[in-house]
């Protein structure tokens, strides 16, 4: 599948982290997507309802990220990949999950995980 609807630089605020104080307090994450579907019929058509919504998908995400408690990103990147892959149009689904304040003492801007997930067949 060529066709690709990427989304970029979704920010929210959630609870995810092994540490007790990630726990607990909330923190910044930033999520991107590329999700892989046939787009040949909305190309055609120029209808929403023959593409992937992707407000409703970021809303999707969002409410996945504020409002489940995840110790590990790789949770988190499955639990959204999860999320994507409900829509049956979508083929694959590529999830980059960043923390952007990694609670570690080194200058490090960002840690994260990248995850693709596929429906079987696909």
Do not use: C, N, W
């Not at 209808?47 to 992707?54: C, F, G, N, P, S």
């Not at 049956?88 to 490090?108: E, N, Y």
């Amino acid at each position: 599948m060529e066709d690709v609807i990427e989304l970029r630089g979704l920010r929210v605020v959630g609870t995810h982290g092994a540490l007790p104080e990630e726990q607990v307090r909330a923190q910044p994450f930033e999520v991107d997507l590329d999700v892989h579907a046939d787009l040949a019929p909305a190309g055609a058509s120029d209808a929403l309802d023959d593409t992937i919504d992707y407000g409703a998908l970021a809303a999707a995400v969002e409410r996945v990220v504020a409002s489940e408690h995840h110790q590990l990103l790789e949770r988190l990147a499955q639990r959204i990949a999860d999320v994507a892959l409900d829509d049956p149009r979508v083929a694959s689904v590529t999830v980059v999950v960043r923390k952007l304040r990694p609670p570690v003492p080194q200058d490090l801007a960002s840690s994260g995980v990248r995850v693709t997930r596929r429906r079987a067949g696909a």
